[in-house]
C-alpha cells in the first residue's frame, strides 16, 4: 500500500513539472492535459510535451478531451426556454456511434424569442399530438445560432426509429428542402457535435447520417442532407454498392450497421 503512495505521489509530482499546461496551442490555447492518447478524442494532442509521463501519455488539447465543456456552444436549457416536464425518462447508453440529423420542417427562427415559441409548439405536439414523453430530438439548433435543449445528452430521443437508443438527433428548426440551414444554425449543429465529444457522449469516430439514410422520409430536406454529405462524418448506409433507396426497411438498416 505504501509503495502504491510513493507511486501516486510521484506520478502527481510529475505531471506538475510538464511543459504540456504552459504550451499555448494555436488553436485550442493552454487547454492541454497530459492523458492517455487513446482518450484524446480526434487525435488532438502533441508528442514531447508530457516530458516525465510514459510513451503514451501525451499532450491533449480540450477541443479532443473526453472531459471538460471548453468546447461547448452555449445551449438554451430546458429551464431557458420553458419546457414541460417530461413523462417519462430513459436513460441512453453513452458513447453513441451515430448523430442523426433533421429539420423540423415549417418556419424558421432567427431570433431567440421566436425560437423559444417554436420550442414550445414543437414540444406541445410531440407530447399533445404524438403522445409521446417529451419534445422528441436531442437538441435543436435555430438560425439565431442558438442551441436548445430537447431531451439532452443523456435520455434516448424519439426521432429515428431504430436509432433513438444509440445516437443524438439534432434538428435545425425550419424546411431546408430548397435552402441549407444559414451559417450560423451550421456552425452550431458542427460546435455541438464537437461539444458531445468532448463530454464522451458522442464516439469520436461517429458515424453523420441524415434521417432520411435511415426511414422512409425526405428529412432533414435535400439542401440540408446534401450539405451533410460533405461532411468528414457523414457515411452512406449503402455499403454493398447498390443504390440508395429511401424504402429500405428499418431492420435493414440497422443489421448492415451492427
Ligand atoms: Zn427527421
Redesign the pocket.
Known amino acids: 500500500m505504501l509503495f502504491l503512495f510513493a507511486i501516486a505521489a510521484l506520478l502527481v509530482t510529475s505531471i506538475v513539472g510538464d511543459s504540456c499546461e504552459s504550451y499555448s496551442h494555436p488553436q485550442y490555447g493552454k487547454t492541454g492535459k497530459c492523458i492517455q492518447t487513446s482518450k484524446c478524442s480526434n487525435s488532438n494532442y502533441i508528442s514531447n510535451l508530457c516530458e516525465s509521463q510514459p510513451a503514451d501519455i501525451k499532450c491533449c488539447f480540450s477541443a479532443g478531451t473526453t472531459t471538460g465543456t471548453g468546447n461547448c456552444p452555449s445551449i438554451i436549457s430546458r429551464a431557458g426556454w420553458g419546457a414541460r416536464a417530461a413523462t417519462s425518462k430513459t436513460n441512453m447508453a453513452t458513447p453513441v456511434s451515430y448523430v442523426v440529423v433533421?429539420?423540423t420542417t415549417g418556419g424558421t427562427c432567427t431570433t431567440k424569442d421566436s425560437c423559444i415559441s417554436k420550442m414550445k409548439g414543437f414540444q406541445n405536439y410531440h407530447m399533445d399530438s404524438n403522445g409521446w414523453a417529451d419534445i422528441g430530438y436531442n437538441f435543436l439548433v435555430g438560425e439565431d445560432g442558438n442551441v436548445y435543449e430537447g431531451r439532452g445528452w443523456s435520455l434516448v430521443g424519439a426521432?429515428?426509429i431504430g436509432y433513438n437508443s444509440k445516437s443524438i438527433g439534432i434538428?435545425v428548426i425550419g424546411d431546408y428542402t430548397s435552402l441549407k440551414p444559414n451559417t450560423a444554425a451550421l456552425n452550431a449543429v458542427k460546435a455541438l457535435i464537437q461539444c458531445g465529444i468532448s463530454k464522451g457522449i458522442i464516439q469520436s469516430n461517429y458515424i453523420l447520417r441524415g434521417?432520411r439514410d435511415l426511414d422512409s422520409?425526405s428529412?432533414?430536406g435535400n439542401t440540408f442532407y446534401a450539405e451533410i454529405k460533405t461532411w468528414p462524418a457523414y457515411r452512406s448506409v449503402q455499403r454493398i454498392g447498390s443504390t440508395p433507396s429511401f424504402n429500405t426497411p428499418e431492420d435493414y438498416l440497422v443489421m448492415q450497421d451492427m
Open positions: 433533421h429539420h426521432h429515428c434538428s434521417h422520409t428529412c432533414p
